[in-house]
Nanobody, 123 residues
Framework: VQLQASGGGLVQAGASLRLSCAVS????????MGWFRQAPGKEREFVAS????????DYADSVKGRFTISRDNAKNTLYLQMNSLKPEDTAVYYC?????????????????WGKGTLVTVSS
């Protein structure tokens, strides 16, 4: 299973971006998915997650109300709509496929990871 994240770029504070994550194929089970990010010099942190059915969604407090996670299982694609971006959102954003069907904010529950896409927000 390969994941390819795209949609990152350089934007000004207050702008919006939409990240996409294309998954090469479905796994043998129904999997939750998530977005994480890693800023320079910091650990990778949870951003958002979504269950297989899309009926359970979780956000980090820092992005709640500004970011929206969604998925299209028919297209094997995960999305992250990011609005009202702030300089502190600057990071490499990674998408991941969980070993569980539920939503999870724990990195250890994710089995497959993409290479990441860079988001830079200038002030």
């Amino acid at each position: 299973v390969q994941l390819q994240a795209s949609g990152g770029g350089l934007v000004q504070a207050g702008a919006s971006l939409r990240l996409s994550c294309a998954v090469s194929r479905r796994t043998s089970s129904n999997n939750g998915m998530g977005w994480f990010r890693q800023a320079p010099g910091k650990e990778r942190e949870f951003v958002a997650s979504i269950s297989w059915r899309g009926d359970s969604i979780d956000y980090a407090d820092s992005v709640k109300g500004r970011f929206t996670i969604s998925r299209d299982n028919a297209k094997n694609t995960l999305y992250l709509q990011m609005n009202s971006l702030k300089p502190e959102d600057t990071a490499v954003y990674y998408c991941a496929v969980s070993m569980r069907s539920t939503s999870s904010r724990t990195k250890d529950t994710y089995r497959y990871w993409g290479k990441g896409t860079l988001v830079t927000v200038s002030s």
